[in-house]
């Protein structure tokens, strides 16, 4: 299962990218697509256009890293975003590393606010 920070957020950039682009490219991209800083410490998500590779670019203290995992069969299969919307949750994104498929999956509904009051 995918451990992360709470205060790490995921963005996607929507656009498929060249997986030969690095650090600086992919970098531009994450300002100019998804408008977020790459400095910030979040997960910027790149995939290609056939969608069997992602990349994921995020800054670690003092220098860019980039994790990048190559399916052997398959595809990743991103949850449908609005054009406006770039970013998903962090179970999200480890349920897209495990396999899972979100157009046949779905939320359950969970807590819906507190009952009233005498009821």
Not at 20 to 27: E, G, Q
Not at 28 to 42: F, I, K, T
Not at 57 to 73: N, P, T
Request: charged residues 30%; contains cysteine.
């Amino acid at each position: 299962m995918l451990s992360l920070p709470p205060a790490v957020r995921v963005f996607c950039c929507t656009n498929p990218a060249d997986m030969r682009l690095s650090f600086d490219r992919l970098a531009h991209m994450a300002d100019a697509l998804v408008r977020r800083d790459p400095l910030s410490g979040h997960l910027f998500l790149f995939r290609n256009k056939s969608g069997d590779k992602i990349k994921i670019l995020y800054w670690d203290r003092d220098g860019y890293a980039i994790w990048y995992k190559r399916l052997e069969e398959g595809t990743f299969r991103f949850p449908t975003l609005r054009s406006d919307e770039v970013e998903i949750e962090t179970w999200q994104l480890a349920a897209l590393l495990g396999g899972i498929d979100f157009s046949s999956a779905r939320r359950r509904r969970r807590f819906d606010g507190l009952p009233e009051a005498g009821k």
